[in-house]
């Protein structure tokens, strides 16, 4: 069954770093990529940035650049994002999406909620 | 880079119901299209401006003209009901979607 796996919801303090990773299965790894997306609570969605499933090649939107990092890990098949710095407004739903090329995002997880509070 | 949308849209079933999404030099830009419904993840519904997935119905279409990408849904359903939310990219790695559009089916 093709399907990306997403960790479970975490709670953090403003400050911190959290770690979302999205363990993909039913095809092959490394022959795509994946977006990350965010979409705040009764928002749209935002691009968060992208990383290939081959070689770990990463373009990160410019507004996070500095606070985020994606990697990948083939031998688990797994994507994962962290972010770091924590604020109140990264409170969010954080989905991965593969990517076909050119950002097509034709499968997504099921998201994982970022709660970030003191 | 913005992409403006319509907040909402209101259509009849069986009408048709056409989601516009602007943006500077949209036509030198690659559009893909999403449906969100209520509590789920998103779903593509166009790609490459006017391209249909497998699975989604022929009464989707995308078209782009000048500054505007359109996507149309020909004969509305309820199910087709959720926010609708256009993305855009270049060669420049620039990518980003637009504010998204509510659709309701009356």
């Known amino acids: 069954q093709v399907q990306l796996v997403q960790s479970g919801g975490v709670l953090k303090r403003p400050g911190a770093s959290v770690k979302v990773s999205c363990k993909a299965s039913g095809y092959s790894f490394s022959s795509h990529g994946f977006s990350w997306v965010r979409q705040a609570p009764g928002q749209g969605l935002e691009w968060m940035g992208w990383?290939?499933?081959?070689?770990?090649?990463?373009n990160y939107a410019e507004s996070l650049q500095d606070r985020v990092t994606m990697t990948i890990d083939t031998s688990t098949s797994t994507a994962s994002m962290e972010l770091r710095s924590l604020r109140f407004d990264d409170t969010a739903l954080y989905y991965c999406?593969?990517?076909?090329?050119?950002?097509?995002?034709?499968?997504w997880g099921l998201g994982t909620l970022v709660t970030v509070s003191s | 880079y913005v992409l403006t949308q319509a907040p909402s849209l209101s259509v009849a079933p069986g009408r048709t119901a056409t989601f516009s999404c602007g943006g500077n030099?949209?036509?030198?830009?690659?559009v893909h299209w999403y449906r969100q419904r209520a509590g789920q993840a998103p779903v593509l519904v166009i790609y490459?401006?006017?391209g249909r997935p497998s699975g989604i119905p022929e009464r989707f279409s995308g078209s782009k003209s000048g500054s505007t990408a359109t996507l149309t849904i020909s004969g509305v359903e309820a199910g087709d009901e959720g926010d609708y939310y256009c993305?855009?990219?270049?060669?420049?790695?620039?990518?980003?979607f637009g504010g998204g559009t509510k659709l309701t089916v009356l």
């Open positions: 990383i290939s499933g081959y070689n770990g090649k990463t």
């Open positions: 993305q855009v990219w270049d060669v420049s790695g620039l990518v980003v």
């Open positions: 490459y401006d006017s």
């Open positions: 999406a593969r990517d076909l090329g050119d950002y097509v995002l034709d499968l």
């Open positions: 030099n949209i036509g030198s830009k690659t």
